[in-house]
């Protein structure tokens, strides 16, 4: 049965799903939003804001949270979480594709800490299969292409920054490099097969690259590539390494590559418009039901898991606190430090941000303009449409979920984003 969502049923379901923050067992305590120096009646606004993004047809529904000093001022689900019209709520369960980048990014960066290797050694000493890389020159209309030798090796740190001149295949935005990952078999995104980041990563060292590693950014599966490489160094498949290393000290018990069975029925469905209605997306290029069926052998170190906005916060609240959660040190100050400076130089020069070793960052120019935080606010979001900032000198978080793909016209996140940095009022 199709539900209505009137405005007067979505508040009815807010005083409802607003009970159910008790229940779930997190870190970050909810208060009143004046006991952490934010507005009440300002953070009002992200209510009208989805319920009118819902009415408007922009997203079928949202979850989205707000922390500030440690504490949830604000965590609200709006909408449904299928085509059946179920409802969301806050044991919802999104996936969080390239929001993956951040947690591995911080995994490499653990093992760094501890001496294992440096961020200026080629990968290739680590994976063989990357020595003597290759620019493409031309691709040829029979597929085939000609090649230049990389002026240097890809680095570890290359691969941190999007600076590696690997692509991204399906979702590349030049076409050659769609047709010669496909070619090659290359797994970019959610997959139901036997495959393992091993396979798919040896594929991926073999083909040609963007551009000289170093020269300009290219958003890429380089995090896949650290996966497998967390694998090799730590000697632990990497779903075992978050797990253990990040998941269970940061109390995040709703993340995962693979739902159990008990949390399968608390995924969302990725929706789309069809003459006017909302549909569960198709299978494509991958398969939208991938974290809860098939072989489950593939962990994307750039795209595989599924998470929540509670467990989103409290990983994020680890690097507003330094390093640190739940009495649980996973970096040190000054490690967190590093990984927020600026290492891409001026490539992303006059933008308003440049990229750290796991995270988008705000400049001083970016944090100008206004609506975007202080200078450092850290932020990047996921393919599924799932958003995120936290900013260090506010000490404030802010995360939207929703699951949509080609749908145009949601305006939600920036609005999110702009009401939550207007209802600091201290």
């Known amino acids: ?96 594709a390239s929001q993956t980048k951040a947690i591995t990014s911080t995994a490499v960066m653990m093992l760094w800490e501890r001496g294992e290797f440096q961020l200026d050694d080629p990968i290739s000493k680590y994976i063989p299969e990357f020595e003597n890389e290759q620019v493409l020159d031309s691709l040829l209309p029979d597929g085939t292409y000609t090649t230049k030798p990389a002026t240097r090796p890809i680095t570890i740190r290359h691969l941190l920054t999007h600076t590696s001149g690997l692509g991204y295949g399906e979702i590349d935005g030049d076409p050659r490099f769609k047709q ?74 709703n993340t995962y590559f693979y739902l159990p069975k008990e949390k399968r029925d608390q995924l969302v469905s990725v929706q789309t418009k069809n003459e006017g209605n909302w549909v569960d997306f198709p299978t494509t290029f991958y398969d939208p039901d991938y974290p809860k069926k098939g072989k489950m052998t593939f962990f994307s170190g750039g795209a595989g898991l599924s998470s929540t906005p509670v467990d989103y916060a409290q990983f994020l609240q680890m690097y507003l606190n330094k390093g640190t959660l739940n009495g649980h040190r996973l970096l040190s100050r000054t490690t967190v430090d590093f990984i927020l400076s600026n290492q891409i130089g001026d490539i992303w020069k006059g933008n308003g941000s440049y990229h750290g070793l796991a ?14 935080g202080s200078p450092r606010t850290f932020e990047w979001g996921g393919y599924f449409n799932t958003q995120y900032f936290a900013d260090p000198e506010e000490n404030l978080i802010g995360i939207i979920m929703k699951q949509t793909q080609k749908v145009s016209g949601d305006e939600t996140s920036w609005k999110f984003r702009n009401i939550v940095f207007s209802s600091i009022d201290d």
């Open 359 to 372: 995270f988008s960052v705000v400049d001083d120019l970016g944090a100008a303009k206004g609506g975007k």
């Open 1 to 96: 049965m199709k539900i209505q969502l009137t405005n007067a049923f979505l508040f009815f379901f807010l005083s409802i799903s607003s009970s159910l923050t008790a229940q779930q067992s997190q870190v970050l305590p909810k208060v009143n939003p004046e006991e952490a120096g934010m507005s009440s009646n300002r953070l009002a606004y992200l209510d009208s804001i989805a319920i009118v993004a819902i009415k408007d047809q922009q997203v079928p529904g949202l979850v989205a949270l707000v922390a500030r000093n440690g504490k949830i001022v604000y965590h609200k689900a709006f909408g449904t979480a299928n085509a059946k019209g179920e409802l969301l709520d806050f044991n919802s369960i999104f996936r969080i």
């Open 180 to 253: 010669i990952y496909s070619d090659a078999g290359v797994t970019d995104l959610f997959t139901t097969e036997g495959i393992q980041i091993e396979e798919s990563v040896k594929k991926l060292a073999k083909l040609p690259l963007h551009h000289n590693p170093g020269e300009k950014f290219t958003y890429s599966e380089g995090l896949d590539v650290l996966g497998y490489f967390v694998e090799i160094i730590s000697g632990k498949p990497l779903d075992k390494f978050f797990k253990t290393e990040i998941f269970e000290p940061l109390k995040m018990q």
